[in-house]
């Protein structure tokens, strides 16, 4: 049982690259998240899917899309990276007003 | 959509004292508020968590209160250890189909 499990762990890229994160949970949740954490600011929701084939913009979603590909599986892409979009990315998966259970983290810098 | 306030953004306490964090809520339709700490270079884990029907719930030295009608919430820890220093956030969510968006986030240092 690995809960969530999300790669890369770490990830340069240079501005204009594209590329996805990924993220699988084997929890049988129906609710995935994406979080974007930068120093000072929190936890700032890029994208939600509530359940599957449903996405949700959340609070700071411009530059990203995401594809819920099955119940276990939500993805987050960069289609053009910018340097603003240097961050440490979570995906997190819940059940209904349960605990979330996050991801390890990918820490990505665009230069 | 759901806003929540978190004060202070930091808190120094000597080992012992009690700390206590804050968090206001904008949506009176959220009825789930949990706390996670976050341990540097690690995830968010939940330490505890509260339902709008519940007033205080405690769990050992950390203990958690909800206003609903003044839509606050807030984290007591009682007698710091120097293993508490981490980053808190407190989190609000509502119906099914609706975010679990996050304060801002308060680090906490527990000097002996």
């Known amino acids: 049982n690995a809960g969530v499990t999300q790669t890369p762990k770490f990830q340069v890229l240079k501005t204009g690259q594209s590329m996805t994160l990924q993220c699988a949970q084997d929890m049988n949740h129906n609710s995935m998240y994406w979080y974007r954490q930068d120093p000072g600011m929190g936890l700032r929701l890029i994208y939600y899917s509530a359940s599957e084939g449903t996405t949700d913009k959340g609070e700071v979603p411009n530059g990203y899309n995401v594809s819920r590909l099955n119940k276990r599986e939500f993805s987050l892409r960069l289609e053009s990276a910018a340097p603003s979009q240097t961050s440490v990315y979570f995906c997190?998966?819940?059940?209904?007003?349960?605990?979330?259970?996050f991801g390890q983290g990918t820490r990505l810098t665009v230069v | 959509g759901e806003n929540v306030e978190q004060h202070p953004s930091t808190l120094s306490v000597q080992e012992g004292d009690s700390a206590v964090i804050k968090c206001t809520y904008s949506d009176s339709a959220s009825n789930y508020f949990p706390w996670y700490k976050q341990e540097l270079g690690k995830r968010p884990q939940l330490i505890i968590d509260i339902r709008s029907n519940v007033g205080e719930k405690k769990d050992q030295r950390i203990a958690v209160t909800l206003n609903k009608t003044a839509k606050h919430f807030s984290l007591h820890i009682t007698e710091t250890q120097p293993e508490d220093s981490a980053v808190y956030f407190c989190a609000a969510s509502g119906q099914a189909g609706t975010a679990l968006i996050f304060g801002k986030g308060t680090t906490l240092s527990v000097s002996s």
């Open positions: 997190a998966s819940i059940d209904f007003n349960t605990e979330a259970f």
